[in-house]
């Protein structure tokens, strides 16, 4: 079935790195565009980043723009999201998902990952 | 960025009662609006997309309508099994954003 896997959370001390994996299984991956959204602890959604379908083109949100970095490995059907630099408001649950429609920038999140917890803590 | 400010933040009602949640954009968003639901410790799952289409498999109580910049979504009859946080989220313009959340609560 369709499916998203997220691995790679841990708590990491402020200002290091922690590197971020979703796994897809089940659909064409290499026709859907990939976003990674967060959830702060008891707090709402808030989008991180996106990956284009070939990897050509990401966009990120104005809190991680030059810290996080998002990548694709379409011969493994793996999306990364390399953070550096985290702060103590990293600290959330980090969902992958994909869009409901293919080829698309933006649209409904159909499939979710479970989420894997990030937290930033000395 | 397009602001989504949902009404009201939390809610109680009984079983079998309709229940309506409403989103208001900050712009015009044309119409490009979903609705998740999120239970404690797990994913959104989506509900309703492009404001009132009903993804595959979600029973049809669950309904979502639009008016203007002003969108709602209902649940004609409510069971236990929809204790819950639901989120709007635009996607108009990135980036996407996600409203504060509803959390319903059973009486």
């Known amino acids: 079935q369709v499916q998203l896997v997220e691995s790679g959370g841990g708590v990491v001390q402020p200002g290091r790195s922690l590197r971020l994996s979703c796994a897809a299984s089940g659909f064409t991956f290499t026709r859907y565009a990939i976003h990674w959204v967060r959830q702060a602890p008891g707090k709402g959604l808030e989008w991180v980043a996106l990956i284009w379908y070939d990897g050509n083109d990401k966009y990120y949100a104005d809190s991680v723009k030059g810290r996080f970095t998002i990548s694709r490995d379409n011969s493994k059907n793996t999306v990364s999201l390399q953070m550096n630099s985290l702060r103590a408001e990293d600290t959330a649950v980090y969902y992958c998902?994909?869009?409901?429609?293919?080829?698309?920038?933006?649209?409904?999140?159909?499939?979710w990952g479970q989420g894997t917890m990030v937290t930033v803590s000395s | 960025d397009i602001q989504m400010t949902q009404s009201p933040s939390s809610l109680s009602a009984s079983v079998g009662d309709r229940v309506t949640l409403t989103c208001q954009a900050s712009q015009d968003i044309n119409y490009y609006l979903n609705w998740y639901q999120q239970k404690p410790g797990k994913a959104p799952k989506l509900l309703i997309y492009?404001?009132?289409n009903l993804e595959t498999g979600v029973p049809s109580r669950f309904s979502g309508s639009a008016s203007g910049t002003h969108f709602n979504f209902s649940i004609s009859s409510l069971q236990p099994e929809d204790v819950a946080t639901y989120y709007c989220q635009q996607y108009d313009n990135l980036p996407p954003t996600f409203g504060g959340g509803t959390k319903v609560e059973i009486k």
């Open positions: 998902a994909k869009l409901r429609g293919a080829v698309l920038w933006l649209g409904a999140f159909d499939v």
């Open positions: 492009d404001a009132s």
